[in-house]
């Protein structure tokens, strides 16, 4: 949501502002979709993790097509969040040649950082971090 409201700052043509809005309002209520099925994935909430209430009450979960559709509601918010930018640099009117290459350095930009590679390998790879 961040990255939209910073998008919503620095690009300045109205329909790009409109699009910024109406990805806004979807991922918020994407975000409230996601909390309220969390919440309610199983009911009684504690059967999610423990499975013994299943023998002892009525118990009710979410099938698995519904955390398959959650991840790809997720994914694509983020797919269309990272695509907003591109969209935008490519209607900035500059001589043709810089045009693609700054297209490409605005997809470049939107791509997720590399430090996250390493706090992975820091979390889930602690032998690497040990110096001979």
């Given at each position: 949501?961040?990255?939209?409201?910073?998008y919503?700052?620095?690009?300045?043509?109205?329909?790009?502002?409109?699009?910024?809005?109406?990805?806004?309002?979807?991922?918020?209520?994407?975000?409230?979709?996601?909390?309220?099925?969390?919440?309610?994935?199983?009911?009684?909430?504690?059967a999610?993790?423990?499975?013994?209430?299943?023998?002892?009450?009525?118990?009710?979960?979410?099938?698995?097509?519904?955390?398959?559709?959650?991840?790809?509601?997720?994914?694509?918010?983020?797919?269309?969040?990272?695509?907003?930018?591109?969209?935008?640099?490519?209607?900035?009117?500059?001589?043709?040649?810089?045009?693609?290459?700054?297209?490409?350095a605005?997809?470049?930009?939107?791509?997720?950082?590399?430090?996250?590679?390493?706090?992975?390998?820091?979390?889930?790879?602690?032998r690497?971090?040990?110096?001979?």
């Amino acid at each position: 949501m961040s990255i939209l409201l910073l998008y919503k700052r620095i690009f300045t043509y109205s329909w790009i502002k409109r699009a910024i809005q109406i990805v806004l309002i979807l991922v918020i209520l994407i975000g409230v979709w996601l909390v309220v099925s969390v919440f309610t994935a199983c009911i009684p909430l504690q059967a999610f993790w423990d499975w013994s209430l299943y023998f002892k009450v009525h118990v009710y979960c979410h099938p698995v097509n519904l955390w398959w559709g959650n991840a790809a509601l997720h994914i694509t918010s983020d797919l269309v969040v990272m695509a907003l930018p591109v969209s935008g640099l490519v209607h900035i009117s500059l001589p043709t040649d810089p045009n693609p290459a700054l297209t490409d350095a605005g997809a470049f930009l939107v791509k997720p950082p590399q430090t996250t590679k390493v706090r992975h390998r820091r979390r889930f790879c602690p032998r690497l971090l040990v110096r001979p």
